[in-house]
């Protein structure tokens, strides 16, 4: 039973302009989101995060927007960059009794930023 | 480099031979995660250490996984008799107690089971 969906496998953008990547959920326990980047052969990167009492988070070209209501939330990358070619993962969090932060990982979107 | 090291990075192996991972978390990071990654999809959950004491393990873990971080540094995770269906990437994370800490990833231990 997937929790996190990423309906879209992949993404094609041209170099400066806005990349968005959406990611759906169905558990309303999920209290915090983060997005996390993969390289071929390495392990996933952390991105950015959002917790479920804000609406948007922002840092640098990088900005996520969380509605609660819809159980949606979406990664903005603006401008788009080469070097932003990789494949993202969206995740959420649910706290277990004993303070573990499990992650439930959607299934991830390629972008491919063309110069 | 001081995050999260994994060894070996591939290991082949017979069918119903035993592997042993070892991962080595960032080192001020008291958490310590394993999840499994297959082709197409994000990564699992497996087990959860805080410390050296393991507090959570998924239903994916079948008995012939298991999990120790002895003095609540580094880890080990063993597969004893694998199977085809082990073969995957096999991702540790750590990250700091309290809040909510982002998880650091290695970089992996892919395996594959001929």
């Known amino acids: 039973d997937q929790q996190v969906k990423q309906n879209s496998p992949s993404l094609s953008v041209q170099e400066g302009r806005i990349s968005i990547l959406n990611c759906d959920y169905t558990?309303?326990?999920?209290?915090?989101f983060l997005w996390y980047k993969k390289y071929p052969a390495e392990g996933p990167t952390f991105l950015i995060s959002?917790?479920?009492?804000?609406d948007k988070n922002e840092d640098g070209r990088f900005t996520v927007f969380l509605n609660k209501s819809a159980k949606h939330l979406s990664l903005h990358i603006v401008p788009s960059q080469p070097g932003d070619s990789a494949v993202y993962f969206c995740a959420a969090s649910a706290k277990y009794q004993t303070g573990a932060n499990n992650l439930f990982f959607g299934t991830g979107t390629r972008l491919t930023v063309i110069p | 480099d001081t995050g999260v090291s994994q060894d070996p990075r591939h290991k082949i192996t017979k069918r119903g031979q035993n592997v042993t991972f070892r991962c080595d978390p960032i080192s001020e990071h008291n958490r310590l995660y394993w999840y499994r990654q297959t082709l197409g999809q994000g990564p699992e959950f497996l087990t959860y250490f805080q410390n050296e004491a393991q507090l959570e393990k998924s239903r994916l873990l079948s008995d012939r996984f298991s999990a120790e971080r002895p003095k609540g540094s580094f880890s080990t995770l063993e597969i004893q008799r694998t199977e085809q269906g082990d073969s995957a990437m096999y991702l540790c994370?750590?990250?700091?107690?309290?809040?909510?800490?982002?998880?650091?990833f290695g970089n992996g231990t892919r395996l594959t089971v001929t």
């Open positions: 994370a750590s990250s700091l107690a309290g809040g909510n800490s982002p998880l650091h």
């Open positions: 959002i917790s479920s009492i804000k």
């Open positions: 558990n309303s326990m999920f209290d915090y």
